[in-house]
């Protein structure tokens, strides 16, 4: 516990978030730096703001992509930089083309991130260019810096990327084995006594959503590298293999789910759910060592004492039930325990396995795996007919893109009425908090404002007991790094460093200091309070839009899993990929799902509908999935089968049944109460009970019943 802070921050000075800010440092600073030398400091910003530009673009993702955005960033800064500077002097036109560039440029959220990333850094040299004026030979040569000052930074971070071709992925691979991390640790807690069940399970939600967007963000970086989809390195292996088994390993921790409530009511007077926490925590400590050694480069050990601990819970279940001579504890308890156990053992299993591929002989020798990446990564393409399809009121950017042109346009009213020196503030302040979504334009708003605030009395307290420029020097440099390295991670942060890394520049440039402080402030309150109040009144898109389709696809993922599962007991399987593809689209739709419930929270009290059953739909559904989970593993762990499928068709086909009555339900429910029976299945003999046939039938009456709970649901939700 003490050597944890330590690890956070050793940890977070090799991962991506502070990679991306010295890297973005490094081509922001070094313009300005080299030319100042000469006398051409004006020259040097102009080039710092082509590379500012362009870093925008440059996330973490595949190389290709990240080339492809800056090359046509590059093309797009430049040309918008010639035609506002060539028309900027008619204030009336400007302001037609602020409004025609805000909509055009925002409508790029429907290509995805990336494309958005473009439309805002396209903007952002608008913004900055609006009321610089200059002779027309003048514009085009302050352009040409731009085009310059872009391809600097495209070629640097091109440049860096190939020094290290496979760091990316080990980062970020490195993140999303953390963030199941703490997904283990927040299923250890159902073990603890006197838990909240719903904080919990809500917290596991929560954590849910992380582990998707991590996971998703190394399928993107991992399945698009040639070099590690060819399997053409023992590095590529290594990354596929231990990702590949990264996900099998959060499959089994998403599996077990039990009714913790009735385990704590028999078995917390005997202690033993105590020792299953403390040993799911030291197997999320392994999880933690073998991110923290995909960043540093060592090798994980697992210690022995952990497999030791796993043996004495083992022994502990079996004296636990030699004494239960009294019936104290009920068998479906014991086997519980059982179960929960040998699922332990599983991870475990897998834990010492990735452990095992981090050896350097072992390297060499790793086999690759034939994975069909196409099926696991989602293409978004260029599509003019999307474009054209969404150019109405129903569709979400449509409005959103609507509403950042009406802003923008209200913003440069008011920046041009006050005549403030640094009035383009307000229209940054705008561009950066608009977002598609209510909750998280209101988000950025406050985070914005807050880190504002704090940054400009930081900055104004350096300004005023600070003058040495050596040391000012520093410090600017410490800002500009943890601004950049925080965009990501935290905006409040971000913006925090960024205030006073803006004040210390401009008295670098003898431009004013605590002048500028306070007009900065002025500016993002004005700014903030445009795009607050348009987020309220100008076409905003509430989360209750998205819900019944967010559900619909929950549903229909979690039907195709069980289906998947399913045909395991009906024949052998020996290619999983529309199993694994399956099991993705679970836990893309369920983290959706728990990622519009959250954000629903932020919305006013009037928006917030159905929150009680979107709480019991998200909920079962993670049971489902759970349950569906716990299926696949009976039989590719443990190798169950059961020997006449025929006997639990009926159940199959029922589940099914139930869940697409539950879909039809969702889409137009008529009002009408149904009676659908649930499918009794009989069981001849129960000598056995721990017979694998026992087991099996068991869990596939449990996902039915699931199922049943669900159409129920359904029957009372009218959306």
Known sequence: MINRPIRSIHDFLLSTYFADGLRITLGVLCPSLILAQFGMLQYGMTLSLGALCVSVVDTPGPIVHRRNAMLITMSLITLISVVVGLTNSNVYFTGILLVVCSFIFSMFFLYGLRAASIGTATLLIMVLSIDDIRPWNEVLFY???????????????????????????????????????????AKAKFYHQNINYDDNYAEL?????????????????????????????????????VFVDMVDLFEQVMSTYYNYKQLHEQFDASGILSHYESVIIKIADELEDIAFSLKTGGTPSLPT????????????????????TDGKYNTLGIIALKNIEVNIENILSRVKTINGYFNKNEKKNLKPRKIDVEKFVTRQNIDLKLLSENLTFSSATFRHSLRVAIVMLIG????????????????????????????????RNYERLIGTVIGAFIGMGILVYIHDKNVLFIILLIC??????????????????MTPYILVLFDFLGMGGLSVARERIYDTLIGSGIALLASYSLFPNWEHEKLKEAMLDTLKANMNYFEQVTFLYVEPVTDFTNYKVARKEVYVTTANLASLFQRMFSEPKSKQILMTELHQFTALNHLLSSYIATLSL?????????????ELKPLVQNTIYLLNLSGDML??????????????????????????????GEQFDLIQKVAYDIYKLSEKIKI
Not at 143 to 167: D, E, K, M
Not at 414 to 442: D, E, Q
């Open 143 to 185: 352009s040409l810096l731009i085009f310059i000052g872009s391809v600097w930074y495209t070629l640097l971070s091109y440049f860096f990327y190939r020094i290290r071709p496979y760091r990316l992925v080990q980062q970020i691979l490195s993140d999303s084995i953390h963030e199941v991390s703490d997904f283990l640790r």
């Open 634 to 646: 009976y039989n590719k762990e443990h190798e169950f089968v059961f020997s006449n499928f025929d």
């Open 480 to 497: 500009m790094v943890g601004s950049y390295s925080f965009q990501r991670k935290n905006y409040v942060v971000s913006v925090l460093f």
């Open 305 to 324: 004492s952990l497999i030791d601990d796993v043996a004495k819970l083992k022994q502990e279940i079996t004296d636990l039930e030699k004494n239960n």
């Open 205 to 241: 939600l929560q954590l849910q959503v992380l582990v998707h967007e991590k996971q998703d963000a190394v399928r993107e970086v991992l399945f698009r590298t040639r070099e590690i989809v060819r399997e053409s390195t023992p590095e590529g292996r290594f990354l596929l293999l």
């Open 667 to 696: 889409k137009s429910n008529t009002g009408l109460i149904s009676n659908v029976p649930l499918i009794r299945r009989n069981i001849n003999s129960t000598s056995n009970i721990q017979s694998d046939e026992i087991i099996i």
């Open 412 to 443: 440069f009213v008011v920046a041009k009425t006050l005549n403030f020196s640094h009035s383009y503030w307000i229209l940054l302040t705008i561009l950066v908090i608009s977002k598609p979504g209510f909750s998280l334009a209101k988000q």
